[in-house]
């Protein structure tokens, strides 16, 4: 039986003889179904049609997109340590040319994934190399392929290697995850951000929104909560989740001004100004 993926989030369901009656993913507020219906496909098609392209955003640090576009069109991020590699959010494509590319890298000890919209093929990289998947134990309702692989954490933060940290700063998802990179930006450390936090166009700014496609702005106590969880942490560098969306310096900076600028709209008078 295939194990169906929806084309419009790349999540994939648990096996079954035809394509699930609806993707629970999409129909929530947070996510959309197309106009013309949801539509599926499977790892095996996908694979036949799309490729994944590689970058490097800095020593140490790979980006994983694949082409053309599919499904939200997120990066995954491949984070090498000397302690063992991490896949930092995920992509529905695991194909032969990628598994094979990681594993010449030392391969991966665990994946980790910041929300439910980048679950995507999560179990089907975890099976390809054998590693659990670190998920929050918030967001379980959102798995819709539940494997032994995945291992649920909860609190505030988990340890994941030596100087990685997930930390759950809610904000999009109750279980809205970041990656502190303590060795990142040559030492002056690093954010993975997922769109917990999200770089912007001009990357200068980031922003926060409860739902991305919908226009659903992220509300004020939340964005407050996503940086006081930050907060303990330094980081000069945040990666987004898309291509082109990095911080390149003064992140920690960038996230709090963004904030504020954020607050002041949503929480103003209704004036046009910032100021
Ligand atoms: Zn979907």
Request: with cysteine; hydrophobic share 40%.
């Amino acid at each position: 039986m295939p194990a169906f993926i929806c084309n419009t989030c790349g999540t994939q369901y648990a096996p079954t003889d035809k394509p699930p009656a609806a993707c629970p993913i999409c129909d929530d507020e947070r996510q959309y179904v197309p106009p013309p219906g949801q539509t599926w496909t499977t790892h095996e098609t996908l694979a036949k049609r799309y490729y994944n392209g590689w970058r490097e955003l800095e020593p140490n640090l790979l980006s994983i997109t694949t082409f053309p576009a599919f499904g939200i069109g997120q990066r995954a991020q491949l984070l090498r340590t000397s302690a063992g590699n991490i896949l930092w959010d995920c992509i529905s494509l695991c194909d032969p040319a990628t598994v094979a590319l990681i594993k010449g890298m030392g391969g991966i000890v665990g994946v980790a994934i910041s929300h439910p919209h980048y679950y995507t093929c999560m179990v089907e990289w975890a099976h390809a190399f054998n590693v659990p998947i670190h998920l929050h134990a918030a967001d379980r309702e959102w798995i819709m392929r539940d494997d032994p692989a995945i291992k649920l954490w909860q609190g505030d933060t988990k340890q994941l290697l030596p100087g990685l940290t997930l930390i759950c700063a809610g904000g999009h998802y109750p279980g809205g995850t970041v990656l502190h990179w303590a060795e990142g930006a040559g030492g002056k450390g690093a954010l993975l951000s997922g769109d917990i936090v999200q770089v912007v166009q001009d990357n200068k700014s980031v922003s926060f929104m409860w739902s991305f496609p919908n226009f659903i702005p992220l509300s004020a106590p939340r964005v407050e909560g996503v940086v006081a969880k930050l907060k303990p942490y330094a980081f000069d560098r945040v990666h987004g989740a898309f291509n082109d969306r990095t911080i390149w310096q003064d992140g920690k900076g960038v996230v709090e001004r963004s904030a504020e600028r954020y607050l002041k709209i949503i929480r103003g008078d209704g004036s046009y100004e910032l100021r």
